[in-house]
């Protein structure tokens, strides 16, 4: 095979044409076998291939500078960078499903949020100015990536140096997640039919006179007023009304005409676009079939076939989907926002029953979010489902527009907390920090299915401020059921009869942890240790009812799927002690770091975020301040100390 003799980009300049159809052709067959059998990014990488093996022959990896935005597509450049051991893929120990500064030189950046490729290349091509280097730089970009305002905040900086080299690739599939949106699209479909002046004519017209507002300006710009005959067949308006010189559109499998343009970008002095028309999922039919994403990531599939090795049970995603539809049906001022993931966040059959009421904005997170504001004030109520990582783009939107002008709007959290397989960018671990500034915000975080769907009623229903309904990634388990209410906080367990006057510990358990607080609770309670487990439900504000039940506790513990610093252990901690409450707290949570990717159940251990390391602690906690403060003993698990209960003690934080 040739691909087992490339270990580097060096490798490729020795390939005659032919072999390089080979290698492209092996590289799709080994992607196949290979992700098929972890899951990962399939048909963005298999719709790259020709594409990647051009770039790596033009230019010279890692002292010129390959950036891919986004990364979901960087399976083919690590296969030519010498990593071609994928049987751990996005796994513990194994290689990462987006370019890992830590598994090569060959990877510049890792942020695999979109949009940002353009900002890096600018910075990046300024500083080869000032250093007076001669290295290259080349951003990769998706069509669907350029729907983000990011990018087009860097092409206009990008365009106003004229003389400083700066190759900007796009990789245009038609497709982000699912198809790509908006006026750009429209634009970018218009540069792909340049086979003549009447077929042009006649579908380009009707395409951009049916777009909003920028349509009819666009169309008479490529109609050649200004251009003349050459610019009309060849529509580059666009780019060159911004300063850019444009090359393309490039059929973005042919290695010897990516080449050629390529090479001719190489030698020009300063921004250029090489416009490449690529095709998601090519040659793997299961993906070319799948209308919904092309197979844009996938699990564990049968190759041949492409369906799913084993079925899963309801997912967190699927229940929203689910509950989002009924909600339509009863409600017509109900409507969706989604940031080109409208499947990935389960808004799919939502669009099919209600294809007016849902606006997919693209990757656009700001913009949804102040659209969802205006929406608001217009009457109706917006749902934006987004992954709860991605909202981080849009905080200033979500406090400036949406909150100070208190508006009704329900934000959707998919994958909060550790997601795990996708690494530091993807888990979802800040949401509940960064939103605890936000002036009246309200937090619902769904410990069950039943959950989801309840508390999603109870977040749509308030029309006077935002509200955040967030949730864990893929299967949801079994209801937890509740023994008692108390203010708005569900009681999951109760202590013993002989031990309810003054239980030792109070546990607060946040969304989808809910049963290993129980396991906690279970453990406690075979060391001696009485144990309250209450789920607040909603979790910003904090409970009125939660600082005169804890009192009543010796000990306080919060868990939660979010980071330590700011999240909702900390909000308990500073109600209590604006209550006068003072007592014992002790938060568990995810350290303010970036964690590797490795599966969820993985991370959870190796940041202690299980049940036995928390009744560990616990247990602990419950000695040190029974041996300062008590006058009562109580076993205290299997160091056989004593506990001497206090009646008050000063807050410990470890």
């Known amino acids: 095979m040739l691909l087992t003799r490339i270990t580097g980009p060096r490798d490729l300049d020795r390939l005659t044409p032919e072999e390089l159809d080979q290698l492209a052709a092996e590289i799709r067959s080994f992607l196949v076998d290979a992700v098929s059998k972890t899951g990962g990014h399939l048909g963005p990488n298999l719709g790259v291939v020709e594409l990647t093996i051009a770039l790596h022959r033009v230019f010279d990896s890692p002292r010129d500078k390959v950036l891919l935005d986004t990364g979901h597509q960087s399976y083919v450049h690590k296969l030519l960078t010498g990593r071609q051991d994928f049987s751990k893929l996005k796994s513990k120990g194994g290689l990462s499903g987006y370019p890992s500064r830590a598994e090569s030189e060959h990877d510049v950046i890792e942020n695999s949020h979109a949009s940002t490729v353009l900002g890096w290349a600018e910075g990046l091509a300024k500083a080869n100015e000032l250093l007076g280097k001669q290295d290259h730089v080349v951003a990769v970009i998706g069509d669907g990536a350029l729907t983000g305002g990011m990018a087009w905040e860097a092409l206009n900086n990008i365009a106003a140096a004229k003389n400083r080299p700066l190759v900007i690739v796009v990789n245009d599939n038609e497709r982000s997640y699912g198809p790509t949106i908006g006026g750009l699209a429209n634009h970018l479909a218009t540069l792909r039919t340049t086979d003549g002046y009447e077929r042009f004519l006649a579908r380009g017209k009707d395409l951009l006179e049916r777009t909003p507002v920028v349509g009819r300006p666009l169309y008479e710009t490529l109609h050649g007023a200004k251009k003349g005959l050459k610019d009309f067949i060849t529509p580059q308006g666009m780019f060159e009304d911004l300063g850019l010189k444009y090359v393309g559109p490039i059929n973005g499998h042919d290695i010897e005409a990516l080449e050629s343009a390529l090479q001719r970008a190489k030698r020009f002095g300063g921004p250029v676009i090489v416009h ?364 056989g100390a004593d506990v001497t209960r206090p009646t008050t003690a000063e807050p410990v934080r470890d």
Not at 430 to 436: F, K, N
Not at 441 to 464: H, K
Not at 469 to 474: A, F, I, M
């Open 276 to 639: 490449c028309l690529t095709e998601k999922g090519r040659g793997y039919q299961p993906a070319l079939q799948d209308e919904a994403d092309r197979f844009h990531a996938v699990g564990k599939i049968h190759p041949d076939t492409g369906l799913p090795i084993s079925a899963s049970g309801a997912d967190w995603t699927s229940v929203f989907g689910e509950e989002m539809v009924k909600l339509g049906e009863e409600r017509e001022d109900i409507v969706a926002i989604t940031a080109a993931m409208l499947h990935p966040v389960g808004l799919t059959e939502f669009a099919k029953r209600f294809p007016d009421r849902v606006y997919d904005v693209g990757i656009a997170e700001q913009h949804a979010a102040v659209s969802a504001a205006g929406l608001a004030t217009g009457g109706v109520h917006p749902v934006f489902a987004v992954y709860a990582t991605f909202l981080n783009r849009a905080f200033d939107q979500v406090l400036m527009d949406v909150a100070l002008h208190k508006c009704g709007v329900t934000f959707v959290l998919d994958r909060a907390g550790i997601t795990g397989t996708d690494g530091a960018s993807h888990n979802g671990m800040w949401d509940m920090s960064l939103l605890q500034v936000v002036p009246g915000l309200r937090i619902a975080a769904p410990r069950d299915a039943d959950q989801v769907r309840t508390q999603l009623r109870e977040a749509v229903a308030v029309e006077d401020a935002p509200t955040v309904v967030r949730y864990s990634k893929g299967a949801v388990g079994p209801a937890v059921a509740a023994v008692g209410r108390i203010g708005g906080m569900d009681v999951l367990r109760e202590p013993a009869a002989a031990d309810r006057e003054r239980p030792d510990v109070l546990l607060v358990s946040v969304g989808a942890l809910a049963p290993m607080c129980l396991e906690v609770a279970d453990l406690l309670d075979k060391q001696g240790i009485s144990t309250t487990v209450v789920d607040p439900r909603w979790v910003k504000p904090v409970d009125e009812e939660l600082p005169a039940l804890a009192e009543r506790h010796r000990v306080v513990v919060t868990v939660e799927d979010n980071s330590r610093v700011g999240g909702v252990g900390s909000a308990v901690a500073q109600a209590l002690r604006d209550s006068g409450v003072d007592m014992p707290v002790r938060d568990f949570g995810i350290p303010p770091r970036f964690l590797d990717h490795a599966s969820r159940k993985e991370v959870m251990a190796e940041i202690g975020l299980t049940a036995p390391d928390i009744a560990r602690q616990v247990t602990g906690l419950v000695a040190r301040i029974g041996g300062r403060y008590g006058h009562e003993s109580a076993a205290a698990g299997s160091q």
